[in-house]
């Protein structure tokens, strides 16, 4: 009977053992299977960022940023180049010396990442004139994406809407070519100017051309739309033309972090298979 009870606690503590390697075996053989070639682990997906309450809704269409995830495989760093009229409305507020908000949220949600973001705006600029200093402004700093605010002086200045397009178009297309991601951030909300046929001509123009060429877009029309209807029914006074709040500019870095977030971790599309030509 004794001998019978060693027995059971001798086979138990054995079962135990093979159990114990069997885990191990498994988590060496998860750790080996993270590693890229070059021996670097995978950087795990994290939740998006979150947007705070008072900023509305923020829908953000799940499009990969396949060169700013490279980036961040091989060296935890994602280079942030930002052009367009005003800087502030797609990086947020900076205080006390304080890093721009956009890049405050994402090295907070995302582990071990170090964001770089290279001010170039510039106000007033049309897209065909952002489009050359771009090609120049790659060369010098080397970004893994380029967040593009446009849109709203061409519309504003009356560019022909086929011209637009096309610079746009053209812009994104060398981009990628050059491995580079773009993210459009587009035109801004103002109540005076949503029936005004040319402006919305171009905003319609800039969701084409993100369709056409699956790239992100920001949507930031609707992003102020949402935020001027907000702050309306609680009381505060609504962002009027260009003049927008703090609060709204630190809105608008959330909606582009939790865009930036998502499409880092985004798996790219598959590739279509090509048909076998006909005889």
Request: net charge neutral; charged share 25%.
């Amino acid at each position: 009977m004794e001998r019978s009870s060693n027995d059971k606690r001798l086979m138990a503590r054995r079962a135990a053992m093979l159990l114990i390697a069997g885990v191990l075996a498994l988590a060496l053989w998860r750790g080996a299977s993270a590693q890229d070639p070059a021996g670097k682990p995978d950087t795990p997906p994290a939740p998006p960022p979150a947007v705070t309450k008072d900023c509305g809704e923020a829908n953000v269409t799940v499009t990969p940023l396949p060169n700013s995830a490279l980036a961040l495989q091989k060296r935890q760093q994602v280079k942030i180049l930002a052009i367009g009229a005003s800087s502030a409305a797609m990086l947020g507020m900076g205080h006390d010396g304080n890093p721009p908000l956009l890049e405050e949220i994402l090295e907070r949600n995302i582990k071990g990442l170090d964001v770089e973001i290279i001010n170039r705006s510039y106000s007033g600029e049309l897209a065909e004139a952002a489009g050359e200093r771009l090609k120049i402004e790659v060369a010098l700093n080397h970004p893994d994406l380029v967040l593009w605010q446009v849109g709203t002086n061409d519309a504003f200045a009356q560019v022909p809407v086929e011209n637009f397009e096309q610079s746009v178009t053209n812009t994104v297309r060398w981009l990628k070519d050059h491995n580079v991601d773009v993210i459009l951030v587009g035109l801004h909300y103002m109540k005076q100017l949503t029936k005004d046929e040319h402006y919305q001509a171009i905003r319609a123009s800039l969701q084409r051309i993100t369709a056409a060429e699956s790239v992100l877009r920001i949507t930031r029309y609707e992003a102020m739309e949402v935020l001027a209807r907000t702050m309306r029914e609680s009381g505060r006074p609504e962002p009027r033309d260009f003049g927008l709040t703090e609060a709204g500019y630190d809105c608008m870095a959330q909606y582009v972090a939790r865009a930036i977030a998502v499409g880092l971790f985004a798996k790219p599309p598959k590739p279509h298979a090509t048909p076998p030509p006909t005889r």
